[in-house]
């Protein structure tokens, strides 16, 4: 059997949590089956449980990288130096939606939140 290098695994991964992403904000986090997420880029849903266990788990890891990306926009402030405008702009482009939005469109950070019975 051959042998999987991590550069692949780490390919698919990333490939598996663009398509939670994109399912969860179209059904919503409830709504969404692993087999809507394994429909999505093709694969088989037996090869999703081979990089992550639950649907809770993929949550996480968009959670973990959502954070991240906060984070290093927030370093990128701190060095540019009009830190309110830049933290507030960084959560618009994070979220995905317009700043001043009245309500968190489905599958937004906010309602995938809701939906998975999380807190931040």
Same mark, same amino acid.
């Given at each position: 059997m051959p042998k999987v290098v991590p550069e692949?695994? !780490?390919q698919a991964r990333a490939r598996?949590?663009?398509a939670a992403r994109a399912v969860f904000r179209r059904k919503g986090f409830r709504g969404a089956t692993m087999e809507d997420i394994a429909n999505e880029i093709e694969v088989s849903k037996g090869a999703l449980y081979l990089y992550f266990r639950t649907k809770?788990? /993929?949550l996480g890891e968009i959670q973990s990288e959502a954070r991240g990306e906060? /984070?290093?926009l927030?370093?990128?402030l701190l060095? &540019? %130096?009009d830190v309110a405008?830049?933290?507030?702009? &960084?959560l618009d482009q994070v979220g995905e939606r317009p700043r001043g939005s009245e309500s968190?469109?489905?599958? &937004? !950070? %906010?309602?995938l939140e809701d939906d998975a019975g999380v807190s931040p």
């Open positions: 692949y695994k !780490a598996i949590v663009t809770a788990e /993929l906060v /984070l290093h927030w370093e990128q060095d &540019s %130096g405008e830049g933290m507030a702009n &960084s968190d469109p489905p599958g &937004s !950070a %906010g309602r």
